[in-house]
C-alpha cells in the first residue's frame, strides 16, 4: 500500500522551482531514506536497550527551503528512524522521531557543508528486550557535516541530541549516505 502511495505520488507534476537546501527535491529526498546508514548510541542504557548499532535512515518528506547569501534555512516535514532491520520502520528494536524541524547550514567549506537541525518530535522506542514500546513528543538537535564525495553523492555525519523516551538516553552518531 505504502509502494502505491508513493508510486502516484512521484507521477503528480510538481511545479519547477531550485531546491537551495542539501538534497535536489523529492526523488532525491526518498533516495536518501531508502539508502540505509549506521547510528551509534554514546549513553550504556541505549546499548543496553536497543543494541550497539542500527541501521539508520532519515530524510526530509517534505521541504521548504530558502537560500539567505551563503547560508541557507530550511523548514521540514523530516523522519528519522534506526532500527534493528534494514528496512525503515521494522525490526524488534527502534528508535524513531518524526515531526518539524529547522535546519540552518553555511557555505560550502572546500568539500564539506556544516549543518544544524532542530525539531520537536514525535518519538517513539522500542526494545523487546526491555519490553518498552513508547511514543512521546521529544526536542532533538543534531549538529554535522556534509562532505560531498561525488556530484549526487554525500557522506552526511551528525551527532544528535534528543530528550530522553521511556527512560533511555538516545542521544548518539550518524553516519550515512545521501542521494542527490
Do not use: C
Not at 557522506?155 to 523516551?165: G, I
Amino acid at each position: 500500500m505504502i509502494a502505491v502511495a508513493v508510486g502516484l505520488a512521484l507521477l503528480i507534476p510538481a511545479p519547477a522551482r531550485a531546491d537551495t537546501g542539501l538534497e535536489a527535491g523529492f526523488i532525491g529526498r526518498l533516495g536518501s531514506f531508502l539508502v540505509p546508514g549506521g547510528y551509534f548510541f554514546t549513553s550504556d542504557a541505549a546499548r543496553d536497550a536497543l543494541d550497539d548499532a542500527l541501521w539508520y535512515h532519515e530524510a526530509d518528506f517534505i521541504r521548504y527551503g530558502l537560500g539567505v547569501g551563503v547560508a541557507g534555512v530550511a523548514l521540514t516535514l523530516k523522519g528519522i528512524n534506526a532500527s534493528s532491520e534494514f528496512a525503515p520502520f521494522s525490526g524488534n528494536t527502534q528508535f524513531t522521531l518524526l515531526g518539524p524541524s529547522v535546519q540552518v547550514w553555511t557555505a560550502p567549506i572546500g568539500r564539506f557543508r556544516p549543518f544544524v537541525s532542530a525539531g520537536l518530535f514525535a518519538g517513539h522506542i522500542k526494545s523487546d528486550r526491555r519490553n518498552i514500546s513508547k511514543w512521546d513528543f521529544t526536542p532533538s538537535i543534531a549538529a554535522g557535516v556534509q562532505f560531498s564525495l561525488a556530484r549526487f553523492i554525500s557522506l552526511t555525519a551528525s551527532y544528535r541530541v534528543t530528550e530522553e523516551l521511556a527512560g533511555i538516553d538516545t542521544d548518539g552518531l550518524s553516519l550515512r549516505l545521501s542521494l542527490f
